[in-house]
């Protein structure tokens, strides 16, 4: 196991991240932050504080679950587990940003997606993401990247943040050298 992100180095990412979102978009009108149920619901929530300190205006935030648009649900054996889409405002010619955790194969991303396109017709859609760790499987890029971490395929990148009740702070678990070690 070791420490990637500390809660300082998270703070700066997502600052970063708020500026390029800005500067990109040459402000935050027409800006909504939507996140992926769990941890990117959490980010996009504090790059939209983040945003609203740098501008002046906060931009709305929304939650998408995924669950059901994804390619592997069949080949899972548990029940899933449905969380709350939540989208308080018309997506509709707006350009949403897309936000998650970890970017990997782009299977997540390609099902969110899939997800807002049944909700509305965003003029355009971006995607940041605190930490892209590669092995993409679909041809999808984020636009807002916090952290480039190239892992190993058989590694993990856990994201633990303050509003699921961790200390901030993201960690790469070396799995195959745990378990000999």
Known sequence: MADIL??????????????????RNKGAKELVLVGIQTGGVYLAQRLARRIGKI?????QTGALDITLYRDDLSGRKAHPTLKKTEMPFDMNDC?????????????TIR?????LIDLGRPKEI?????IDRGHRELPIRADYVGKNLPTAFDE???????????EDRVILHREKWEKQG
């Open 6 to 23: 500390n809660s300082d180095e998270i703070l700066r990412a997502l600052t970063r991240i708020s500026h390029e979102i800005l500067e």
């Open 55 to 59: 501008e002046g205006t906060t931009p």
């Open 95 to 107: 350009k949403v940003i897309l936000v998650d955790d970890v970017l990997f194969t782009g299977r």
């Open 111 to 115: 099902a969110a997606m899939d997800s």
């Open 126 to 130: 971006q995607l940041a993401v605190l």
């Open 156 to 166: 993990k990148v856990e994201v633990l943040l303050e509003e699921a009740g961790e």
